[in-house]
């Protein structure tokens, strides 16, 4: 006992100094009860295998699916543009809108996501982001406590009560805890954020890097971009490849892309965007993006019975009428080509861009002038600046040819900030898929094989763009931390340091009734996860709680969900929740900022919450 209080003292104060990776303590302090002999391996790896554990990995793939198609910001923006410049209204709809994403993703990903929306809006309207973006952060967490998969202190208690054979709590079965927190927060913070009174003007920091649209834009390239349907079943371009109608040569005309729909039906139709390989077979329907002189693309259009589609007609249903490069799996990227380069009085054509790399050029920078037209026979010059467009790998894969030109920039790095949003509605099915077999009690599927089904469903249909990306969206840190802290709470159960603790507060608060003991409870977890992450508190605390309960012979079930909201409800520090610290240097925050005003929500919150929950879950 004393050996597994020495650990665990010295874990706690590890994570409060936050001069070690949580992580890194985490593992060791799993190591310590190993070498102790106060678990067996099986017990103490067993974290690593837990159902929760395995779930937390699949929502991460998730919401790293959502975030990648667009989804959440398209959703979001369009809901934050009914606030128009209302601060009251934009107010609610940051706090309504933020704890609605926050039911299904993670805290710190709503607030990344939110963030730059909030702000622009904030702009627009006239306000201060000072007073939006501290109940931007704090709504997240509200948001987080209204479904099972909303935080990780939800899932730890849940797992609690199902390990001591109690019924594991549902989906929505802390739907009403959020509202009751989200109700609290919105009263306390529309008069309290006043306090947040602006520190003055932030300076722009200048803009060095130019967006994907804006580069295009500058070489002109869509002055020069046609559209041509497809339509007519009867096209003689059906059935051969762009080789095959050799139309450079015969029109001299660039087919920079082709997009085709796909989809078994209308609501679910997504749109393929394609470079136009050469071995790429053309079909009824299909839309290619031509560049070239308007007489010679008209001619083209009569001799294979195409039509000319102008800025009023959609290609594809429910798809943009006008004609723009989208940068979904295709991009592009400036190339500069060096002084020593074997490139130099090579055309276009000789080098063999589209063979060797399967990259179109879609422009030339020479100095000051833009070359545009007949870029085939163009022969390159030292300092030329080629832009060019192909898939982002190969594009990335050019790099390699650093004797010859440099690629400006980092195509996979701006390949990860592209949101694939013609994903967008493959992803709002996989999601509404998944809540529907958790929430359904007639679907017989497990929680974790639903959100196991839908990350691997984010992945096979490319709303993740790979599986490197699918690993990149999961926080590894928080992982480990969590699968790597839950031994512990056995091994406080095993050598009886929990039932310790819980005589301790049941003999100090129990004599007093369970609403004093389930008071007790939410202060310490309260007070804990100001110095501690809100994950490795809900483990310590959730099997305390239970302890408690039992001993004095009353429902766990409110004293768990004390746990869960107190775990998640800590507003009086920066540095207690992710959220809380990314809108800290955006707002130009101070630690005292979060003490005038998080605190006293915290407290608040406590006090509701002790009088709720035996309301809504009675002892």
Same mark, same amino acid.
């Given at each position: 006992m004393?050996?597994t209080?020495? @650990? *665990?003292?010295v874990s ?9 990776r949580?992580?890194?303590?985490a ?5 310590? #009860?190993?070498?102790?002999?106060i ?5 103490a790896?067993a974290g690593f295998s837990?159902t929760?554990?395995?779930m937390m990995?699949g929502l ?6 959502i975030f ?8 979001g923006s369009?809901?934050?543009? =009914?606030a $128009? ?5 934009? +107010? #609610?709809?940051?706090?309504?809108v933020?704890?609605?994403? $926050?039911?299904?993703?993670?805290n ?6 939110m ?5 622009s809006m904030a &702009?627009? !309207? ?5 007073r *939006?973006l501290?109940p931007?952060?704090f709504?997240?967490?509200m948001?987080g406590?209204m479904?099972l ?6 899932l730890?208690?849940s797992?609690?009560? %199902?390990?001591?054979?109690y019924?594991?709590?549902g989906?929505f079965s802390?739907?009403?805890v959020?509202?009751?927190t989200?109700?609290v927060?919105?009263?306390?913070? #529309?008069p309290a954020?006043?306090m947040?009174?602006p ?5 722009e920091g ?6 994907l649209?804006e580069?295009?834009s ?5 002055e020069?971009l046609?559209r041509?349907h497809?339509?007519?079943?009867e096209?003689k371009a059906?059935?051969q490849?762009?080789v ?6 015969e029109y ?9 729909s796909?989809?078994?039906n209308? +609501?679910v139709r997504?749109v393929n965007?394609?470079l ?6 053309l ?9 070239g002189d308007?007489e010679?693309?008209t001619?083209f ?6 039509? =000319?589609l102008?800025?009023?007609t959609?290609e594809i249903d429910?798809?943009? !009428? ?8 295709i991009g592009v %990227?400036?190339i #500069?080509?060096?002084p020593s380069?074997?490139?130099i009085?090579r ?7 589209? &063979?060797k790399f399967?990259?179109n050029?879609?422009g030339?920078?020479?100095?000051k002038d ?9 022969k390159?010059?030292d $300092?030329d600046?080629?832009?060019v467009?192909g898939?982002w790998?190969d594009? !990335? ?7 010859n030109?440099?690629? *400006?920039?980092e195509?996979?790095h701006e390949a990860a900030?592209v ?5 967008a509605? @493959?992803a709002a099915a @996989?999601?509404i898929g998944?809540?529907?077999?958790m929430?359904?009690e007639?679907i ?5 094989t639903s959100?196991?089904?839908?990350a691997i469903?984010?992945v096979i249909t ?6 490197e990306?699918a690993?990149?969206?999961i926080n590894?840190?928080?992982i480990?931390?969590?699968a %790597?802290?839950?031994p ?5 159960e095993k050598?009886g340091?929990?039932?310790m603790i ?10 007093s009734g369970p ?7 939410y %202060?310490a977890t309260?007070v804990?996860t100001i110095?501690? &992450? ?6 310590l605390?959730a099997p ?5 309960a039992m001993?004095?012979?009353v429902s766990p079930?409110p004293f768990?969900?004390?746990?869960a ?5 800590? +507003?009086a &520090?920066?540095?207690?929740?992710p959220?809380?610290a990314?809108v800290?240097p955006?707002g130009?925050y101070? +630690? ?7 605190l006293p929500l ?6 509701v919450?002790?009088?709720v929950?035996?309301?809504i879950?009675?002892f």
């Amino acid at each position: 006992m004393i050996a597994t209080l020495i @650990i *665990l003292l010295v874990s706690a104060i590890l994570f409060v100094t936050g001069k070690v990776r949580s992580d890194l303590v985490a593992i060791c302090a799993l190591l310590a #009860l190993l070498l102790c002999q106060i678990l067996n391996p099986a017990e103490a790896l067993a974290g690593f295998s837990n159902t929760t554990v395995i779930m937390m990995i699949g929502l991460f793939i998730v919401g790293g699916g959502i975030f990648q198609t667009g989804l959440a910001k398209m959703i979001g923006s369009k809901v934050m543009a =009914l606030a $128009g410049n209302s601060e009251l209204r934009l +107010f #609610l709809l940051v706090m309504i809108v933020t704890s609605a994403i $926050g039911m299904f993703v993670s805290n710190t990903g709503t607030v990344a996501l939110m963030l730059p929306i909030v702000v622009s809006m904030a &702009s627009t !309207a006239g306000i201060s982001p000072r007073r *939006l973006l501290m109940p931007l952060a704090f709504a997240s967490s509200m948001g987080g406590m209204m479904t099972l998969i909303g935080t990780p202190a939800n899932l730890i208690v849940s797992d609690t009560l %199902a390990s001591a054979g109690y019924e594991p709590l549902g989906f929505f079965s802390f739907l009403p805890v959020g509202i009751v927190t989200l109700v609290v927060g919105v009263l306390f913070l #529309l008069p309290a954020t006043k306090m947040l009174t602006p520190k003055g003007k932030t300076k722009e920091g200048k803009k060095e890097n130019k967006s994907l649209k804006e580069l295009v834009s500058e070489y002109g390239v869509t002055e020069n971009l046609f559209r041509v349907h497809i339509k007519d079943h009867e096209s003689k371009a059906i059935g051969q490849t762009v080789v095959d109608l050799d139309i450079y040569r015969e029109y001299g005309v660039n087919v920079l892309e082709l997009r085709r729909s796909s989809g078994p039906n209308r +609501f679910v139709r997504t749109v393929n965007q394609q470079l136009a390989s050469p071995d790429l077979v053309l079909k009824q329907n299909d839309v290619l993006y031509l560049s070239g002189d308007l007489e010679m693309i008209t001619k083209f259009t009569e001799d294979y019975s195409l039509r =000319l589609l102008d800025n009023r007609t959609d290609e594809i249903d429910g798809s943009s !009428a006008n004609a723009s490069l989208d940068f979904f799996d295709i991009g592009v %990227a400036e190339i #500069l080509i060096m002084p020593s380069s074997s490139m130099i009085n090579r055309t276009i054509i000789e080098a063999g861009f589209r &063979s060797k790399f399967n990259v179109n050029v879609l422009g030339i920078r020479r100095k000051k002038d833009y070359i545009l037209k007949d870029l085939g026979e163009v022969k390159m010059h030292d $300092g030329d600046v080629l832009l060019v467009q192909g898939a982002w790998k190969d594009i !990335a894969r050019m790099k390699k040819e650093s004797e010859n030109w440099v690629v *400006l920039g980092e195509p996979l790095h701006e390949a990860a900030k592209v949101t694939l949003d013609y994903k967008a509605p @493959i992803a709002a099915a @996989i999601m509404i898929g998944m809540v529907v077999m958790m929430v359904v009690e007639s679907i017989p599927v497990a929680p974790v094989t639903s959100v196991l089904l839908a990350a691997i469903l984010m992945v096979i249909t490319g709303c993740v763009r790979s599986v490197e990306a699918a690993y990149k969206t999961i926080n590894w840190q928080t992982i480990v931390l969590f699968a %790597a802290m839950l031994p512990m709470s056995t091994a406080l159960e095993k050598t009886g340091v929990s039932e310790m603790i819980a005589d301790g507060i049941v003999a100090g608060l129990g004599t007093s009734g369970p609403l004093l003991l389930l008071a007790g409870i939410y %202060a310490a977890t309260s007070v804990m996860t100001i110095f501690i &992450s809100n994950t490795v508190t809900a483990v310590l605390m959730a099997p305390i709680a239970l302890q408690c309960a039992m001993q004095i012979g009353v429902s766990p079930v409110p004293f768990m969900f004390a746990v869960a909201v107190a775990a998640s409800m800590c +507003f009086a &520090s920066p540095f207690s929740t992710p959220p809380n610290a990314l809108v800290m240097p955006a707002g130009q925050y101070t +630690f005292m900022d979060y003490v005038k005003v998080g605190l006293p929500l915290q407290i608040l919150m406590g006090v509701v919450m002790v009088f709720v929950l035996p309301l809504i879950f009675p002892f």
